[in-house]
């Protein structure tokens, strides 16, 4: 009985041996695989994450690298981060995240930096020489002697040392440009400091001649130069000049360098009276036909013809002290069609309708004293007679007169007439 109750006990503990080894094994296969999966999910992972290049070297200036340039193999869900920022102009270390859009893990974000290198000196182009001159304000910067550079990054243009420019006298200035990456550049420009002491010159001052009402130009042929002013300033004194009354007026043109030296040039100007455009000789012929078509006939005399005209220019003809006209068609265009003007329009506008009928006739001129006066000689055959068509201050008509009775009338009223007999012929 002890034996068999013995084998019943060693039966038992064999089955509980082989029952006990079988919930120990479930679980340590289950870990086995679990651990198995996470591995290769390691591997998978450190196999896929190794795709970013730890360091990207760029030369400054160069295109900015596309994302793939950091990419160990061709991935297309690939991104840059928001924060990842780069200057390709500006040398540097920039830290800079790949997202890297993963199955099963999802975005990872994979670092990597792009080092921007500048190797390469700047390229400076400088004036040829430089001139400065003591009256200039501000002495130059360096960069006023350099009209190009070529970097791919920021430049800093200075002096190689301090120069003296209120010195005049020639010598070297030595520029030098220096990058962003501590690469410099040196040139050399040769200046000269100037002190300015010869005046501009002016050119093309002359007598101007207008007319009253015209525009006046007074600098339209007037040009001004200097040794090393560009552009001199140019004055013009006016202030004596009225541009309303006939006369004749000094102009002063005064022309200033940049050194403050002064030049000057004088002359004058000559108002007229106003010239109309429309008084031209056919115009002004055509208008006194029109008026002789009226008051003459063909049949009458010449000296009969010659009385017409003056009554009519008495008549019609307003005087004007203010409405002169020096020049023959301007004068007669105004007694013609304004019908006013003083002794120059009347006389002028007399003397072109006797030319229009063919009468012999001069300009005479009064001794000029406090006022001048002008009338005219007429000749019809008869010899040189006086013909003065202005109705005189106490009404008398001065037609046809002899020399003898313009004397004694000119000698009686303050010398209305007084004339050189020299300048003319015998008057009857």
């Given amino acids: 009985m002890k034996n068999e109750s013995t084998d019943i006990k060693r039966r038992n503990r064999r089955r ?19 651990a198995a999966i996470g591995f290769g999910l390691f591997v998978y992972y450190e196999e896929k994450t190794d795709l970013v290049y730890k360091e990207v070297w760029l030369e400054a200036g160069s295109e900015a690298p596309d994302i793939t340039e950091f990419l160990k193999r061709p991935e297309e869900k690939v991104t840059f ?9 500006v ?55 350099v009209t190009a550079v070529k970097d791919a990054t920021k430049c800093e243009v200075a002096y190689a040392k301090d120069y003296d420019f209120t010195k005049v006298g020639a010598f070297d200035v030595e520029i030098q440009v220096t990058d962003l990456g501590g690469n410099t550049t040196k040139a050399t420009v040769p200046c000269e400091v100037i002190e300015d002491t010869k005046a501009p010159t002016i050119e093309g001052v002359a007598p101007l001649a207008y007319c009253q009402g015209d525009t006046i130009s007074y600098t339209a042929e007037v ?64 208008m006194a036909d029109a008026v002789l078509a009226e008051i003459t006939t063909p049949d009458m005399s010449q000296l009969d013809q010659a009385k017409a005209v003056y009554d009519w220019v008495v008549d019609n003809i307003t005087y004007s002290e203010s409405a002169g006209i ?102 009857q």
Avoid at 23 to 31: K, S
Avoid at 81 to 89: E, I, N, Q
Avoid at 357 to 364: A, F, Q, R, S, Y
């Fill in 326 to 427: 020096d020049d023959l068609y301007s004068a007669a265009y105004r007694g013609l069609y304004n019908r006013v003007g003083d002794c120059t329009v009347k006389q002028k506008t007399a003397e072109v309708m006797l030319n229009r009928l063919g009468i012999k006739n001069m300009e005479i001129e009064k001794i000029r004293d406090t006022r001048g006066h002008y009338w005219l000689l007429i000749d019809v055959g008869e010899g040189w007679y006086h013909y003065d068509p202005n109705l005189q201050l106490d009404g008398t008509t001065i037609f046809y007169w002899h020399d003898a009775d313009l004397w004694e009338y000119s000698n009686t009223h303050h010398n209305t007439h007084n004339y050189d007999p020299s300048k003319y012929p015998t008057i």
């Fill in 223 to 286: 040009t001004v130069t200097d040794d090393y002013d560009e552009h001199p300033s140019l004055e013009v004194d006016t202030s004596k000049v009225n541009p309303d009354k006939r006369g004749i007026y000094p102009i002063t043109y005064t022309a200033t360098d940049a050194a403050g030296n002064e030049a000057t040039a004088e002359t004058t100007i000559q108002i007229k009276s106003m010239i109309i455009a429309a008084a031209t000789p056919d115009t002004v012929n055509g």
């Fill in 91 to 145: 040398p540097g270390e920039y830290k800079l995240t790949i997202n890297y859009k993963m199955p099963i893990f999802g975005t990872v974000g994979l670092p990597t930096t792009l080092h921007i290198t500048d190797t390469v000196a700047p390229e400076v182009t400088t004036v040829e020489s430089y001139r400065f001159f003591t009256f200039q304000k501000e002495t130059p910067e360096a960069s006023d002697l």
């Fill in 16 to 34: 509980k041996g082989k029952a006990g080894r079988k919930r120990i094994l479930i679980p340590g296969i289950i870990a086995g695989i679990l």
């Fill in 81 to 89: 981060s928001k924060d990842s920022t780069f200057d390709t102009a």
